[in-house]
């Protein structure tokens, strides 16, 4: 007879995804142990393998839940009757307040994805692909004249405006809204202005 799911199975396995990430991030996704995340997390080695048959399982389930949810909630921003640069500018907020409280799953991204096998690295930078496309999409319409045919200069902006987003963690960890606001503002008033001068 099959094992049945207990009620909680997903909050248990939200809370093995979490305690995990600040593991990976912390210690290196190479240095721990099945046995370490198991007593991290508060259970039996036996009951991490009932969630968990390997902590590489557990490696791609934190990074493809993170990344398919950043991805949803980036890519699904309402621009209804917003010009190009408050799109922008909604958009590169967005960013932030999605990052925040994220910055375990960010640094086990950057230090940890390369241990994955490479169909399963391939899935994830797929939704990393649909995320700069769509700022890339945003910065075209912004500014067609200078960024339009030229696919240099809007892959280099592109890849700018997430260049200063995604080091802002190391640097102001625990940041709130508030700041969170006023870097994304600044993040974008150089864009605009760098943008045109180019």
Known sequence: MARTIA???????EQILKRAAKIFADQGFDRASMTLLAKECGISKANIYHYYDSKDAILYD???????DLRDRICNVDFDGLEP??????????????????????????????????DQQKKL???QRDMVNFINNILRELSPETLGDDKAKL???TMSVFGMLNWYYMWNTGAGTKARESYA??????????????
Do not use: W
């Open 155 to 157: 892959r280099g902006a």
């Open 125 to 127: 930078r797929e939704y």
């Open 7 to 13: 009620k909680d199975h997903d909050q248990k396995r």
């Open 62 to 68: 934190i990074l493809e839940t993170y990344l398919r």
């Open 85 to 118: 640069e408050e799109k922008l500018r909604k958009a590169v907020r967005e960013i932030l307040y999605a990052y925040q409280g994220a910055d375990d799953e960010h640094r086990v991204q950057i230090s940890g994805m390369n241990a994955l096998a490479d």
């Open 185 to 198: 503002d600044l993040v974008c008033t150089l864009t605009v202005h760098g943008i045109r001068k180019l």
